[in-house]
DNA sequence: CACTTGACCTGTCCGC
DNA sequence: TGCGGACAGGTCAAGT
């Protein structure tokens, strides 16, 4: 589930749970999950407090109090799960669903104090749970594009960002984190149908008012969706927190063979990318 | 150089 | 019920 809306809704919980909390153990079910561990771990990280949670682009951010940062990615199938003595916490809202972690998926569990429990999740272990020094966080964070819902996205910095990327095609260049941070492969579409712009569009070939308008769209789309709490799939509603709502609300991902919602014809699902690409033949030009 | 494709890993779904 | 293939929310290295 993790776009930019499902990894803000993430951070928000994880921000009000775990803050100022300290480090009581920490067991690894799946070394793959590591990138750049110390091997002295344990005795780094324990005792530790978290001092505060961020994210940036896709990624969350753990400042740990020592100065260090937790960086971690859960590409397509990663959860991040909390569970206390009480049960499972998500916003300070018991969650139905979730009750068996830790599970054959779970590749790392952090044990805090007052009893709390974060369980990291991934089926499919493209995930990865990163440590770096905070000196050297700036020059990793430096890739991304900008943050779309912050005012550092304008029409005129996404236009001269595209200006990079002028042969590709535009879901293609949304796609990229250089170009623009957080938009997964369900809020391309979201945003090119709302933007009225045919995915398979070469960049260059876009006009002025075409910036504008996705620019705008880009910011409605994931407006709505952090709203609702992202988007869940349904074999994901029980995964963190409450099942985000988005996609009861999307306009054609995954709505091929469906009545475009604006003007009834048949959503569209074909290959750009390599993506599976969803769109309207007559709304999007 | 710029862009596109395959690989990473595991599960699910669909057709035969 | 079994088997093969396509596909899945992300990102890179490798290939064209």
């Given at each position: 589930?993790?776009?930019?809306?499902?990894?803000?809704?993430?951070?928000?919980?994880l921000?009000?749970n775990?803050?100022?909390?300290?480090?009581?153990s920490?067991?690894?079910f799946?070394?793959?999950t590591?990138r750049?561990?110390?091997?002295?771990?344990r005795r780094?990280?324990i005792?530790?407090?978290i001092k505060?949670?961020?994210?940036?682009?896709?990624?969350?951010?753990?400042f740990?109090s020592?100065?260090?940062?937790?960086?971690?990615?859960?590409?397509?199938t990663?959860q991040?799960?909390?569970?206390?003595r009480?049960?499972?916490?998500?916003?300070?809202?018991p969650?139905?669903g979730?009750?068996?972690?830790?599970?054959?998926?779970?590749?790392?569990m952090?044990?805090l104090?007052g009893?709390?429990?974060i369980?990291?999740?991934?089926?499919?272990?493209?995930?990865?749970w990163?440590f770096i020094r905070?000196?050297r966080?700036?020059?990793?964070?430096?890739?991304?594009?900008?943050?779309?819902?912050?005012?550092?996205l304008?029409?005129?910095?996404?236009?001269?960002?595209l200006?990079?990327r002028?042969k590709s095609?535009i879901?293609?260049?949304l796609?990229?984190q250089?170009?623009?941070?957080?938009?997964?492969?369900?809020?391309?579409?979201?945003?090119?149908?709302?933007?009225?712009?045919r995915?398979?569009?070469?960049?260059?070939?876009?006009?002025q008012?075409?910036?504008?308008?996705?620019t705008?769209?880009?910011k409605v789309i994931?407006?709505?969706?952090?709203?609702?709490?992202?988007?869940?799939?349904?074999?994901?509603?029980d995964?963190?927190?409450?099942?985000?709502?988005y996609?009861?609300?999307?306009?054609?991902?995954?709505r091929?063979?469906?009545?475009c919602?604006r003007?009834?014809?048949?959503?569209?699902?074909s290959?750009?990318?390599?993506?599976?690409?969803?769109?309207c033949?007559i709304?999007?030009?």
């Open positions: 589930m993790p776009e930019l809306p499902e990894v803000e809704t993430i951070k928000k919980d921000r009000k775990i803050t100022g909390r300290t480090i009581k920490i067991r690894i799946n070394k793959s590591l750049d561990w110390p091997a002295n771990y780094m990280f005792g530790q407090k505060s949670v961020d994210r940036r682009a896709k990624l969350i951010l753990f740990l020592q100065g260090d940062v937790w960086v971690v990615h859960l590409k397509m990663g991040i799960v909390l569970k206390s009480l049960g499972l916490l998500s916003g300070g809202h969650i139905v979730v009750d068996n972690v830790p599970n054959k998926f779970t590749r790392l952090i044990e104090s009893g709390l429990n369980y990291f999740n991934d089926v499919r272990k493209f995930g990865y990163q905070q000196k966080l700036p020059v990793l964070l430096n890739k991304y594009g900008p943050e779309p819902l912050g005012p550092s304008t029409t005129k910095k996404l236009a001269g960002n200006s990079r002028l095609t879901k293609a260049a796609l990229d250089s170009i623009v941070a957080g938009l997964g492969n369900i809020y391309v579409d979201e945003t090119l149908f709302l933007a009225g712009l995915p398979e569009r070469r960049v260059a070939s876009l006009k008012a075409d910036f504008i308008k996705l705008k769209s880009i994931l407006k709505k969706s952090l709203i609702a709490r992202g988007t869940s799939f349904s074999n994901y509603l995964a963190v927190g409450r099942p985000g709502s996609w009861q609300q999307r306009l054609v991902y995954g091929s063979g469906q009545a919602r003007c009834h014809s048949v959503i569209i699902k290959r750009v990318a390599g993506r599976g690409t969803h769109w033949p709304c999007q030009k």
